[in-house]
Structures are given as C-alpha cells and as structure tokens.
C-alpha cells in the first residue's frame, strides 16, 4: 500500500552495498553470511499519532503539514511504505551482561530506509515495536506504549542537552494491546502498544562486528567494515589499511566524549551490552536507563542489573572501555595487529580521563590551572553522596550562590537538595567549609560572577527528563490525556534555560516515587 504522502528521497546504501539474507520468509532463524534480512512491518489495527518532534520530521524532508497527514501515522504506524522504502531488519550479536550472547539483530526494529535531506543529510528511519522478524527470537516485535514514550522523550531530552544520540520522528499508538509481565513476577498483563520512527544517521553497532567475527566471516566483516566507513565516516582518507585504523580511533574517541556526556548530565543507560553500543558514539536503545536523583555512582536504573549492578552509573566508563575491547577483538583480522588495536583503547582512556576532567570544572565553576580544582571536585562529589544531594539541582543551585556568603544559611543556599535530614546534617560542617573554600576560588577568578554563573548553567542542565516525571506522562497518555507529553516535548527543547512556568517538572524525586514502578528503577520489559 502506498500513501499520498509527499515523497522523501531514499538513497539505502545498506541493503546495496550488503549482501541480504536469501530466504525472504519472515520466520525466526539464525541468518548466515548476510547483514539484513529483508522484511515488511505488521500492521496494526488503529495507527494514531499520539506526538512528533517538528524539527526531526524537517530533518528527514517532510513539510510542517506532513505529520498531520492521516498518512503519517500510517507509515510510522507500519500499516503503509512511502516510495523508496526498502524495509529490513538488521543481522547483529552482542555481549550481554558480560556473556557473548550470540545472534540477536534487529527483533523488533524494522528500518525504512535512508532518507537524504535537502542538505544532503542522511537519516536512516527505524520504526521499533513494528512486529516480528527474523531475529525475534521468542518474542512478539511488538513494544508497549510506556517504553516507546520514554524512547521518545528521552531521546529528545538528549539531543537538546548536546548528547549525541539516536532522535525521534514520531510516536503511534498502534490501537493493539501488547502482553507483558512488567515485574518478572509471573503476572502479564495486556498493555497500549506503540511505535515510535527513530533516526539516526546510522544504527550500526558493536554488535554488527562482533556477528561476523565469532561466525569466522571475515569476508564479510571486512565488508561491513569498509561500507562502515564509507557511509558514516566519509571524512577518512588514506587507503583502506590506514583509514580502518583511524576510524577505529575515531569510534574510541566519540565513545569516550559520548561517556564524558552522559557523567556531565548524569544519565544512566541501564543495558550497556555490545549490541546497545553505536558505531557512531551515539546514545541507543532506551531500556531502562534513569536520571540519577540523589548522586550515587553505584546506582543503576535496571532491576535486572540490580544484583551485578554492572550498568551502574559510575560505572559506564569502564563498561565502554570493556565494550570496545570486545569490538577490537571482533576486528583482529581486519586490522591485524594488537598494538594498534591497543592503541585505540589506549586512546579511549586518554580522552576520557582529559575531557572528564575538564567537564567536571566546567560542572564546578572552576577555570583551568586552578590548583584546588581536583581536591575541589573530589570533596563536592563526596559530599553530594554523603550528603544525599540532588545531582542536578545541586549544580544548579551553586551556579546561583550568591556574590557573597556571609550573612547566609550556606545549605539553606542549596534549597530543596537534600533528600535525608539526618544525611545533611551530618554532613553540614564539612559542606559549610567546602562551600566557603568553593566560594573563595570562584571570587578569585578573572571573571564576573555573571560570567561565571552563565557559563556553569551552560554545562549544568536545569531540566532533565527524571523517571518519576516520565511517568506521570506515561500514566497520564494510558487514561488518554497527551497534555503532559506535549508540554515535556517543549521543555525538553531549552533544558538549561530556566523556565519558571515549569518548576514543578524539575523538582527532587518525591517520597512517594523512591519505590514506585517506572519512578526509580524499571525492567527491561518493554
Ligand atoms: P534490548 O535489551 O532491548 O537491547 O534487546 C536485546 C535483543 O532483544 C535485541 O535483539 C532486540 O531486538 C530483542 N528484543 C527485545 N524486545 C523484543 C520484542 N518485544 N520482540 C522481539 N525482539 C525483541
Ligand atoms: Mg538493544
């Protein structure tokens, strides 16, 4: 079926350039010596546009008009394919919790395929939860509409913090109901399903590698490897050998950068395994990541992570490190030498421990050659665990201090970061003093307190999308009111701009969210 949709321009350079899986049945199987299998999304009963983000659908070619087109919930509905569409879902594998997991691909992702903008852009649209594929294993293809909502919004949230990051096109509610057992606990119960179009310049991942290695494809491999290149990393020159090296630098350092973000804002992907890793450095697959409340770095947002608690915050720049070595052994017969393999991890760690510390200063308000800087630093992250401190409240809220402390309360400065009283006040001589040492470097500095102030809030968003506000929208969208998805779509666009009509989307996680489903830690049901 087609639509009377304005046309886009697809250019699907993967399923060129890639050898396809020869069998065309949609029945779920090991696919061998092939990146793609080519299927078409399920339709579902009742498409609706439930929210689009206007600017992505200006960035993959439609006009302002075009989302309001019965025709586009359709499409990103998986009922209809524009012309040029050529649907497929992806062959890829991945580390799972440390455990090589094998064949995994694209189960409930079906790409439409690459649409070139008028700038000559590329932006490969994916619908998620459009039904079954080759690689579905013993699930349904389906996605519920709680998860997609938090896919939507969050990845919107990102990009508008400066967080690399997959984008989304649109959110429809497909009129299905999903089954799921949401706590693991033996009851699964029926849920809204939904779709949400995501975007990307590209959605390979570490996982598309590490397939074709453990297979012995090497062949194949060095194939993915070279389009890889070709396609999203054009700007590499020199010949093959040569640019295979850079590009695996490159990919170590986005990685790294991408890690320096996600510390910088505090979020906490949840399901770092190989096949969740963007050969681009960009955010994937929103599962159950979280937004740290109260600073812990050994928090996870994941209830099946909860035992290891591998994926916890702290803990994500290592995990990548660990990831891209299994990336580097998937590519040994393609770069064939370990010391430069070595020497991409190597820069991996180089980048990171420069960049993370130079974002934490930027977080702090300290200026570069300020010798109290890492003590500084050091002793703020320790209070704000000890202290039990809302993470970014608590940046927000030193941004503010006052040209001068004396003749204040200096925690009472701090307002509504603290989570536990007894925690504060065992805290108060220590934070008081670390306030007043703060103080006196950042009035020592070259600049004015204005400049300084602007220039921590630039660093320091003053809206990030917290798990218990995420799902009050959820709540809110499954008994039919979409008011709070729409408004968090406009807030999520100027995070670090305060906007006081919408102080209570900002606040502490509340008392009665600490423990609730979907407030503080999620499943990975979705
Ligand atoms: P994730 O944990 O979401 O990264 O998913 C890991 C693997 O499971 C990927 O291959 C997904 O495509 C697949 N998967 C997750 N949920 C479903 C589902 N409902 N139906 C089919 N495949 C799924
Ligand atoms: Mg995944």
């Known amino acids: 079926m087609t639509t009377s949709l304005r046309p886009l321009v697809f250019d699907n350079r993967f399923v060129r350039e890639l050898p396809g899986d020869p069998d065309p049945r949609n029945t779920r199987r090991q696919v061998l010596g092939a990146a793609w299998s080519a299927v078409e999304p399920t339709p579902v009963s009742a498409p609706s546009l439930l929210a689009h983000a206007a600017d992505v659908a200006e960035l993959v070619g439609f006009a302002p008009g075009d989302p309001a087109h019965p025709d586009f919930a359709r499409v990103f509905g998986g009922n209809a394919l524009m012309p040029g569409m050529q649907p497929y879902a992806a062959c890829y594998g991945g580390h799972q919790f440390g455990h090589w997991a094998g064949q995994l691909g694209d189960g409930r992702a079906i790409t439409l395929g690459e649409a070139l903008n008028a700038r000559g852009e590329r932006w490969e649209l994916q619908l998620k939860g459009a ?13 519920v509409l709680r998860s997609s909502l938090r896919e939507f919004l969050c990845s919107e949230a990102m990009h508008h913090l400066g967080v690399p990051t997959t984008r989304a096109l649109s959110l429809v509610r497909t009129g299905d109901a999903v089954l799921r057992d949401m706590f693991y606990n033996g009851n699964a119960a029926l849920e809204p399903g939904a779709i949400v179009c995501r975007v990307a310049p590209s959605f390979i991942r570490f996982g598309n590698f590490e397939i074709f290695a453990a297979r012995d494809d090497a062949a194949l491999l060095t194939r993915l490897v070279d389009f890889t290149i070709a396609r999203d990393f054009p700007h590499l020159s020199g010949d093959a050998a040569s640019r295979r090296v850079a590009w695996l630098h490159e990919v170590a350092e986005r990685t790294a950068q991408l890690m320096v973000h996600w510390m910088r804002v505090g979020f906490v992907h949840g399901v770092m395994n190989t096949d969740n890793m963007s050969i681009l450095g960009l955010t994937i697959d929103y599962g159950p990541y979280g937004w740290v409340d109260n600073f812990d770095p050994g928090w996870t947002p994941n209830t099946t992570d ?33 010391a430069t393999l070595q020497s991409a991890i190597d820069h991996y760690a180089t980048v990171y421990a420069r960049e993370y510390e130079a974002m934490n200063r930027a977080k702090f308000g300290l200026l570069p050659g300020d010798e109290d800087a890492d003590e500084l630093v050091r002793e703020g992250y320790a209070l704000l665990y000890d202290a039990e401190m809302d993470f970014t409240r608590f940046f927000r809220a030193l941004g503010d201090m006052p040209d001068t402390l004396s003749g204040h309360d200096p925690l009472a400065l701090l307002g509504d970061v603290f989570y536990d009283d007894a925690r504060r006040d065992a805290a108060r001589e220590r934070l008081t003093a670390w306030l007043a040492r703060w103080h006196g470097r950042v009035s020592a500095q070259p600049r004015s307190a204005s400049e300084r102030r602007a220039a921590m809030h630039a660093v320091n968003p003053w809206f990030v999308l917290r798990n218990y506000v995420a799902q009050q929208a959820i709540d809110a969208a499954t008994a039919g009111d979409d008011s709070l998805v729409h408004t968090l779509l406009e807030v999520l666009r100027t995070p670090y701009d305060e906007q006081p009509a919408h102080t209570a989307l900002t606040g502490r996680r509340p008392d009665w969210a600490r423990h609730k489903a979907g407030c503080s830690m999620l499943s990975c049901s979705s």
């Open 131 to 143: 039904g079954p594929t080759p690689y579905s294993r013993t699930a349904d293809g389906r996605a």
């Open 306 to 338: 909860a035992q290891g608690r591998r994926y916890r915050f702290g803990q994500q720049p290592l995990i990548a490190q660990w990831n891209l070595v299994r990336l580097a052994e998937a590519l040994i017969t393609v770069i064939p030498d370990e």
